[in-house]
C-alpha cells in the first residue's frame, strides 16, 4: 500500500514562494540543469536521470589502457572500483518539493525537517491539502497538452546498487530532503513555467529559519 502524502512544501527565495502562494507560479527545470550543478552539493547530483546502474563486483580483474595518439605511449591502470551508468538521454522537466507522509507523523509521531532544508532558500510553502494541489496541477498540465507523472523519491546506495533505476530514484546521501518529483518528458531543454492559481486557502507561507523550532505530527480523531 502506497504510503499517503499528508503535506507538500515548496522551499525557495522570498520573491519566488511569494509567486507560487499568489499566482501559482511553477517553474519544470529541465534534468540536466541538476545533473550540471555539481557547485551546489545540496543540488547538483551527476546521478541524475539514471535508468540503470552497475557496480563490478570484482574492478580488479579488469584494466584500463589509456593510449596518447601523438606519441604512440600506453599506460596501464588497475581500477579500484568501475560502475556502468545508463543514462535517460530525454529525462524531460522536473519539479521538486518536500514531502511528508503519514507514517512518519502517525500516531502522534513526532517528525522534523532537517535544517539542511535551509540551503534550498529563506521561505517556504506549507501546502496542507495536497491533493487539493495535486488536483490544480493535473488541470495545469491538461490544458497545455503536457502528461506528468508524480510520485516520492527513493533512495539507494549508489556504490553498492546494481540494477534498473527511474527518474525517481536518487542517491541516499540526499535523503533528508524527502524529495516529492513533479516529472514531464519534454524534447527541450529549456525551463517550463506554468501557473495553476492561486494557493492562499490551501497553504502559507513560512521562514526557513524556524525549521529548527517546528515539529509535525498527526493524531487522528
Known amino acids: 500500500m502506497n504510503d499517503r502524502i499528508v503535506f507538500l512544501l515548496k522551499f525557495g527565495s522570498e520573491k519566488n514562494i511569494k509567486d507560487l502562494f499568489e499566482n501559482g507560479t511553477i517553474f519544470l527545470n529541465p534534468f540536466e540543469k541538476f545533473e550540471k550543478d555539481e557547485k551546489n552539493n545540496f543540488r547538483g547530483d551527476n546521478y541524475e536521470s539514471l535508468i540503470g546502474l552497475e557496480n563490478f563486483s570484482n574492478p580488479s580483474k579488469y584494466r584500463i589502457k589509456i593510449t596518447d595518439t601523438k606519441t604512440g605511449k600506453i599506460s596501464d591502470h588497475k581500477p579500484k572500483k568501475l560502475v556502468k551508468l545508463y543514462k535517460d538521454l530525454s529525462a524531460g522537466n522536473l519539479y521538486s518539493m518536500y514531502c511528508i507522509k503519514k507514517s512518519e507523523i502517525n500516531n502522534n509521531k513526532k517528525f522534523k525537517i532537517s535544517i539542511k532544508m535551509k540551503e534550498f532558500g529563506s521561505h517556504f510553502l506549507f501546502i496542507h491539502k495536497p491533493m487539493e ?12 497538452q503536457l502528461k506528468f507523472n508524480a510520485k516520492a523519491v527513493t533512495y539507494y546506495d549508489h556504490k553498492k546498487f546494481s540494477g534498473p533505476l527511474s527518474l525517481f530514484h536518487k542517491k541516499k546521501e540526499h535523503s533528508y530532503q524527502n524529495e516529492f518529483r513533479i516529472v514531464t518528458r519534454n524534447s527541450g531543454s529549456k525551463p517550463l513555467k506554468l501557473n495553476i492559481g492561486n494557493l492562499d486557502n490551501i497553504s502559507k507561507i513560512i521562514e526557513t529559519k524556524r525549521l529548527e523550532h517546528l515539529e509535525f505530527s498527526l493524531k487522528e480523531k
Open 133 to 144: 494541489f495535486m488536483k490544480r496541477i493535473e488541470n495545469t498540465f491538461k490544458e497545455n
